[in-house]
DNA sequence: AAGAACTCCTGTTGGC
DNA sequence: TGCCAACAGGAGTTCT
């Protein structure tokens, strides 16, 4: 799926197709995605304004009138494409229905005011979609429980050392776990692991002394994730397959990925003469060297 | 009760 | 070319 940076890219461009505006048609092409789509879903959208997107974790929270809010999960597969109708579609010039995937699972429809239609494309269909009734979000099943954002100063090494005291996972899982930090994924985990030097199976717990403090282990770890999302984002997220920005745009940081996908080639670290190695941790790849991560 | 395994679904890729 | 297995960026649920 898109991780952080991706949803964040989207969430960049659909905003200023959708904030202000009303969505005035919703064509619902089946009842469930990877859950039921909310009961009566397309006239509870239908009409409603779009106030703003927000992203939290790896949703897009789509704020509507009234207090509501549209919340999506992208799983791994989703996407969101824009293109237009009737005259709009010479202003949109730059927006056009992506080249993959077609409308095979094109499964949501939601034509905008002013000549937008958003089509949302989901082959796996891990992707959900809700509705909640806010303001307060905190209360909804899918949010609540989510950790800190990564690029907030929520993510700090005392905050990890004091999660990460006493576990017995290992510190690529730790770093995976939503409930502790949200948004992070297998790819953006390889990088960050790399980028910090340290090895993706090192228990966790070793990211804080006996007291919970962070150890200097902690420390680097903040950092490299907060390098390589924000990278990442600056790079308008990476292009693998399935993912690709609201407007067809591809990111352009796979090029810039220092470990994924680089299995049998050579360390990037200066000075490292080590090969990339590949290896299955709880049932997903991980990319590593094995001579400068420790 | 933490942590691992299994599960949803379809498409792509690589080996034979 | 065809066939089949392995794999893919997630995460809720079920197990041990």
Redesign the pocket.
């Known amino acids: 799926?898109?991780?952080l940076p991706?949803v964040e890219t989207i969430r960049l461009g659909l905003a200023p197709v959708l904030e202000g505006r009303r969505i005035v048609r919703v064509e619902q092409r089946r009842r469930d995605l990877?859950?039921p789509l909310p009961d009566r879903f397309v006239e509870r959208l239908t009409g409603r304004r779009i106030e703003r997107l927000e992203r939290r974790?790896?949703?897009i929270l789509i704020h509507l009138d009234g207090d509501e809010v549209l919340a999506v999960?992208?799983?791994?597969?989703g996407?969101f494409s824009v293109s237009a109708r009737g005259k709009r579609a010479r202003e949109c010039a730059t927006f056009r229905y992506p080249q993959?995937?077609g409308a095979?699972?094109d499964h949501l429809v939601f034509f905008i005011s002013g000549g937008a239609v958003v089509t949302y494309n989901d082959?796996?269909?891990?992707g959900?979609m809700t509705l909640i009734a806010g303001p307060d979000l905190t209360h909804n099943?899918?949010l609540r429980?989510l950790g800190v954002e990564p690029l907030s100063a929520d993510l700090n090494a005392a905050y990890l050392a004091r999660r990460a005291h006493?576990?017995?996972?290992?510190v690529k899982?730790?770093l995976?776990?939503?409930?502790i930090i949200?948004?992070?994924?297998?790819?953006?985990?390889?990088e960050a692991l790399f980028r910090a030097g340290i090895d993706p199976c090192k228990p966790?717990?070793r990211l804080a002394t006996k007291s919970e403090a962070p150890t200097p282990l902690a420390g680097r770890l903040v950092a490299a994730v907060q390098a390589v999302l924000k990278q990442a984002i600056g790079a308008g997220?990476?292009?693998?397959?399935?993912?690709?920005q609201a407007d067809g745009r591809v990111?352009n940081f796979q090029s810039q990925f220092q470990i994924?996908?680089r299995e049998g080639e050579p360390c990037l670290r200066p000075s490292c003469r080590g090969t990339v190695r590949?290896k299955?941790q709880?049932?997903?790849?991980t990319f590593y060297c094995p001579v400068c991560q420790r």
Not at 73 to 77: C, E, F, P, S
């Open positions: 799926m898109p991780e991706e990877r859950f974790a790896k949703y999960h992208l799983g791994m597969t996407r993959r995937g095979k699972h082959a796996r269909r891990f959900y099943p899918y429980g006493g576990k017995r996972a290992d899982a730790l995976m776990d939503q409930r949200a948004g992070i994924g297998n790819i953006y985990a390889c966790a717990a997220g990476s292009t693998l397959r399935d993912y690709q990111g994924y996908g590949r299955t709880g049932g997903r790849s």
